[in-house]
């Protein structure tokens, strides 16, 4: 860390504190009324969306591996954390205990150095879990939205909840956050720069409320004073039950931060360590656990806004949390006055900007492949887990992909008979050869061969290798060649003997040789059959069929 804080002073310079300022006031702007929000999403009031931005955004800022990034409270770890809450509403802090857990899975996470296998993660599985989790924070945003309280157990309690909510319903809380939500979706783009929608929508709905609609509830009182670390629930029974809870915080956290660490690397044209970020985001839920704040990840949207702004280096990040310490010391008795409507608002704002719209829209005109991988995503996310999406996501991806790579690798496989003429005959002895005999046939397996096509590969190509009476298998253009491709290899040479078929091996070298070598592949092919160039199997061919 001190190497670190070392160089960005070494590099400092005026024009980059003046960006890193005006990116981290602006990354604070943007962050509190979605952290207000986010609190109150999960079932633990705004002061916890709150804790939860200081803390995770300190810690990742200090430590992480991204330039520029900011973290803090995000739709996915709110809806994640909002089922936890749910479940240990009678003991919360077993739910704060799952809190400390992930964030100590997250830093196992860095230090093990997978953080970059996250980045591998298809763009259907993305799109699918980000529209579902979107959908999930609207459909939670109802009741609130007409004036009920937070909806807590799940999308099924929710719509379960409605016909009680037509007795509590409020036509001032409804004017209230229909108002606040046009207002953050109006705003227009060229003032955004400046001034977030999303701290527009909070004051223009707070001054209706405050001016006219005085009736609606308010989300209550943010405590002036800094958190106090409370003990975690240390029972080992509960330990090894909330193993997997911690799972999916910890999973869905890193999911969410490295993806905005690739957007802050497009946009700055800077390299991330994924497993830096890794290790600072587990930190950081660690501590926020202990405070009883709501877990966070890299958010994308105060990430953006910084970037954008001129924030360049870990103080913009470090300064965006400052700015919410002086917040929560100074004006969180004035959080009392913002109606939970005007939040309600602005979440549903939030989760519209969550959807994939770019690939909604263009979803029928997709592969049909990818179409379900995304729709199968997004039914598992609203309808099941968000862990149990990914994972099922990621599975279907992978059975898509290899049957793409299937096709790929079979069409660069090339088989064809080679006359004899052509094969044997030179100008001397042309005649001795009958123009349409083809004794000898070629099989070149060029490019990259793996599971995907090794179970058409032996049908692709076993007919062929019957009708000859020498097979030439050319390796010369492999490139690679994995365990299970090899052994249908073995397959193909086994089904030459069994047919009398004499099998020679030609140009095989590198690492198809030591795949190949390794499994014993090439055991019942005599020594002298294994070749290098089409010369020497030219003349093996003839001394076989002599």
């Known amino acids: 860390m001190l190497q670190r804080l070392q160089g960005s002073v070494r590099h400092y310079n005026l024009q980059t504190l ?13 962050g509190l009324p979605v952290a207000l929000a986010f609190g109150i999403a999960a079932g633990l009031g705004p002061a916890a969306g709150i804790y939860g931005a200081i803390s995770v955004g300190f810690f990742a800022a200090v430590f992480g591996g991204t330039r520029s990034l900011i973290s803090g409270p995000t739709g996915s770890m709110t809806v994640a954390m909002a089922v936890i809450v749910a479940a240990h509403a009678d003991n919360i802090a077993e739910a704060f205990t799952i809190v400390i857990m992930a964030g100590l899975i997250q830093m196992m996470f860095g230090l093990l150095r997978i953080g970059r296998f996250v980045t591998y993660t298809p763009y259907s599985v993305i799109s699918g879990f980000m529209t579902g989790v979107g959908v999930i924070i609207i459909v939670g945003q109802l009741e609130p939205f007409m004036g009920g309280r937070v909806g807590v157990g799940g999308l099924f309690a929710t719509l379960g909840d409605m016909p009680q909510l037509m007795n509590e319903f409020q036509s001032s809380a ?5 108002i606040t939500l046009a207002a953050a979706l109006l705003w227009p783009k060229r003032f955004q720069g400046h001034l977030p929608p999303t701290l527009v929508a909070l004051a223009v709905g707070t001054a209706i409320s405050l001016i006219w609609l005085k009736d609606a509830p308010s989300v209550g009182a943010v405590p002036t004073d800094l958190p106090l670390f409370q003990l975690p629930h240390l029972d080992p029974g509960f330990i090894v039950r909330a193993t997997e809870p911690a799972l999916v915080i910890a999973l869905v956290g890193s999911v969410d931060t490295l993806l905005t660490a690739l957007v802050a690397d497009s946009m700055t044209r800077s390299r991330n360590d994924a497993n830096r970020e890794l290790l600072a985001q587990g930190i950081g839920n660690v501590i926020t656990g202990f405070i009883r704040g709501l877990p966070g990840a890299g958010a994308t949207p105060n990430t953006v806004a910084n970037i954008r702004a001129g924030g360049s ?4 990040g470090v300064l965006a949390v400052a700015i919410l310490v002086v917040i929560v010391m100074r004006f969180g008795n004035y959080v009392e006055l913002i109606p939970s409507a005007v939040l309600s608002g602005i979440l549903v704002k939030v989760a519209l900007d969550t959807i994939d719209w770019r690939f909604v829209n263009r979803m029928f005109r997709v592969q049909r492949e990818h179409l379900v991988v995304m729709l199968l995503t997004f039914i598992l996310t609203v309808f099941v887990d968000l862990v149990a999406a990914v994972a099922v996501g990621m599975i279907a991806a ?7 790579f299937e096709r790929l690798e079979l069409d660069s496989i090339i088989s064809v008979p080679i006359l004899d003429q052509v094969f044997f005959g030179t100008q001397d002895n042309q005649e001795q050869f009958d123009d349409f005999t083809a004794r000898v046939g070629l099989v070149a397996l060029r490019g990259t061969f793996t599971i995907a096509s090794s179970g058409k590969l032996i049908d692709t190509i076993g007919e062929d290798i019957r009708e000859h009476e020498v097979v030439i298998l050319d390796f010369s253009d492999t490139v690679y060649i994995d365990e299970s491709a090899a052994l249908v290899v073995e397959q193909l ?15 095989l070298s ?15 092919v005599p020594a002298d059959q294994i070749v290098g160039t089409r010369d020497e199997a030219r003349n093996v061919a003839a001394r076989l069929l002599a």
């Open 510 to 524: 590198g690492m198809p040789e030591r795949n190949l070598n390794a499994l014993e592949v090439l055991r019942h």
């Open 174 to 178: 409804l004017l209230i956050a229909v």
């Open 398 to 404: 992978a059975v898509t992909n290899a049957r793409q």
């Open 493 to 507: 040479v086994d089904t030459a003997i069994i047919q009398d078929t004499h099998c020679i091996v030609m140009g």
């Open 18 to 30: 003046r960006g890193d300022v005006v990116g981290g006031v602006t990354a604070a702007v943007v």
């Open 313 to 316: 280096t870990l103080v913009s």
